[in-house]
């Protein structure tokens, strides 16, 4: 399913004065694509991800998933749709310190009716996905910065979503790291068949994506990766 936003707005106010965080987004994202969205801080990357995930509701435009309209859900139906057709990767993977690599894909399990064994399963094939195979048992502080950026894409996974939402993955990491982690967002947007943002500052690993557009002031324009600096 493809993530479709068009005509999206974004206004705030901000003391006496309204400040516009996006102004008029209109993208498409097809399923297997990787869009790469860059731009200075303060340009709206992080305005872009959340009215895309609906944690936000833009103040114009309309968003769709596949063939639904997200952008006048509910509460409920937008908390069920992350849960089930949107993942999203946050910058820093916040993993709980007690849980193993398989725990931290489990634990939100039940809230999508799958059994205790199903959702091991699954914990573990995906945990071999990104290459962390045999190391399913072990907590956050054994793994690198590397392996516990792979848990947090593999947690996002475990709903099988359609859209795939990715905040500044590398910021973290160096150079080698940053190029196997959007390497790795590649293969599995690609695998899966999931359309997939990824909003990023790091221009150094863009050749791995398939398109990528730039936002300054909440606007969006194309962008060659092959020629950023």
């Known amino acids: 399913m493809s993530l479709t936003m068009y005509g999206v707005g974004l206004d705030y106010p901000d003391g006496e ?3 516009t965080a996006l102004d008029d987004v209109s993208l498409r994202v097809a399923p297997g694509e990787l869009l790469a969205v860059t731009g200075p801080s303060g340009s709206g990357k992080s305005s872009l991800l959340a009215v895309a995930s609906g ?3 833009p103040t114009r435009g309309s968003i769709s998933v596949g063939d639904s309209d997200v952008t006048d ?3 409920r139906e937008l908390s069920g749709l992350r849960l089930t057709r949107i993942g999203i990767v946050f910058q820093q993977p916040n993993l709980v310190g007690s849980l193993t690599a398989a725990e931290q894909l489990q634990v939100t399990e039940h809230m999508r009716g799958r059994s205790a064994r199903k959702a091991r399963d699954r914990a573990v094939q995906l945990l071999a996905t990104v290459g962390l195979a045999g190391k399913q048992h072990r907590r956050p502080h054994r793994l690198s910065g590397g392996e516990r950026q792979r848990v947090n894409i593999a947690r996002a996974l475990m709903g099988s979503p359609e859209v795939l939402l990715v905040d ?3 910021s973290a990491l160096d150079q080698e790291r940053g190029a196997r982690i959007v390497e790795l967002l590649r293969e599995v947007t690609s695998h899966y068949g999931i359309a ?3 909003v990023t500052h790091d221009t150094r690993h863009l050749s ?3 398109r990528t557009v730039s936002i300054v002031d909440g606007r969006l324009s ?3 990766p092959h020629h950023e600096d």
């Open 196 to 198: 997939t943002v990824l």
């Open 55 to 57: 944690l936000v509701r």
């Open 168 to 170: 500044e993955p590398t």
């Open 222 to 224: 194309e962008a060659d």
């Open 208 to 210: 791995h994506t398939d």
């Open 17 to 19: 004065r309204t400040v």
């Open 73 to 75: 859900m509910s509460g």
